[in-house]
């Protein structure tokens, strides 16, 4: 019988399917930000199989790279929002920066000898999930209209 793994999720040691799967419904139509979202669900993979080894020698550097990930994508993204005249670019900050706040918190705790576990990776993935779906879905339709608009212009 296979060892459950340390993140408390009762995962097998060698999970046959990924904590947060890829596919097509995380996908808004912009390239980049496309690519730097499946970058970001990589790593959340990464840090919860990276957990199954109980090793914070494991999961630190993976965790690091995560909010390091977060934070230039962030900041991509309110790029383009204000760029673009986007009204919502300040809810959508407050959104990403009460994420960096407990990102900062967790990442003291770490630093104090906390692990990644259970509530913390489903906390992860859920954000991601719901503002790629919520937030992030209704500022990639305002940039799509935004860029038609300025195409329009040049005609």
Not at 117 to 126: A, F, I, Q, R, S
Not at 135 to 144: E, N, S, Y
């Amino acid at each position: 019988m296979p060892k459950a793994c340390s993140c408390g999720l009762g995962c097998p040691t060698a999970p046959a399917r990924e904590f947060l799967p890829g596919g097509t419904h995380l996908r808004l139509g912009l390239e980049e930000i496309d690519r730097q979202h499946e970058e970001i669900r990589r790593l959340l993979n990464r840090l919860h199989a990276a957990c199954v080894q109980a090793d914070p020698a494991a999961w630190r550097p993976v965790f690091k790279q995560l909010v390091s990930t977060v934070k230039e994508h962030f900041r991509d993204e309110e790029r383009l929002m204000r760029r673009h005249g986007d009204p919502a670019l300040a809810a959508h900050k407050a959104r990403h920066e009460s994420l960096l706040d407990r990102a900062a918190d967790l990442s003291e705790a770490v630093r104090r000898g906390a692990v990644i576990d259970e509530p913390v990776l489903l906390y992860l993935k859920g954000w991601l999930r719901d503002h790629v779906l919520g937030p992030d879905a209704r500022m990639a339709a305002f940039l799509r209209r935004a860029v038609r608009k300025e195409l329009n212009a040049w005609r």
